[in-house]
T-cell receptor, first 113, second 115 residues
């Protein structure tokens, strides 16, 4: 079946640093989504990408839908303590997965003040 | 709008007991999902529904059952609780794939411990 490889698994960074994480897929996706999960809460949608090559920003967050449609990355600029959490990528191929998102295993971000 | 509401937030069950995890959404989404999240393992799909009266198995359906009698509600049933079902359960909903604004909205989760 389809699989997503998300990296890195975890990151420890200094406040103010930029962060980069990515996901790669073994097959093509039509949609890439990035979620953030705070402790004790459900994932919350950060950015949605619907077209290959698309670059979308949401405040200090920027995500791109890879040209090959098999990858996506998320950048966070000038990290702050509230960026702490687990970031999940998710992708979907309408035809291959019956409309269900495939999730990566997450990147755990810790920020040192 | 409340979004996706899950109850209870926490529950401790004894082995062999049964319970129903409730999920309701007020966004008129036709798709609904149940996931479990184990530490370091990401989200695994248990069951999903593409509309009232239609349900289908996901990646890890064994030990669970669902029903979808209305658009709003998608309860998850555990019949004979086992320690392996200790996990955090998330319900989610969405518009149809390909819709503008497609993306899951998650509830805040139910933390279940089976002892």
């Amino acid at each position: 079946g389809q699989q997503l490889n998300q990296s890195p698994q975890s990151m420890f960074i200094q406040e103010g640093e930029d962060v980069s994480m990515n996901c790669t897929s073994s097959s093509i996706f039509n949609t890439w989504l990035w979620y953030k999960q705070d402790p004790g809460e459900g994932p919350v949608l950060l950015i949605a990408l619907y077209k290959a090559g698309e670059l979308t920003s949401n405040g200090r967050l920027t995500a791109q839908f890879g040209i090959t449609r098999k990858d996506s990355f998320l950048n966070i600029s000038a990290s702050i303590p509230s960026d702490v959490g687990i970031y999940f990528c998710a992708g979907m191929n309408y035809g291959g997965s019956q409309g269900n998102l495939i999730f990566g295993k997450g990147t755990k971000l810790s920020v040192k003040p | 709008n409340a979004g996706v509401t899950q109850t209870p937030k926490f529950r401790i069950l004894k082995i062999g007991q049964s319970m129903t995890l409730q999920c309701t959404q007020d966004m008129n989404h036709n798709y609904m999902y149940w996931y479990r999240q184990d530490p370091g393992m990401g989200l695994k799909l248990i069951y999903y529904s593409v509309g009232a009266g239609i349900t289908d198995k996901g990646e890890v359906p064994n030990g669970y059952n669902v029903s979808r009698s209305t658009t709003e509600d998608f309860p998850l049933r555990l019949e004979l609780a086992a320690p392996s079902q200790t996990s955090v359960y998330f319900c989610a909903s969405s518009y149809s794939p390909g819709s503008i604004s497609y993306g899951y909205t998650f509830g805040s989760g139910t933390r279940l411990t089976v002892v």
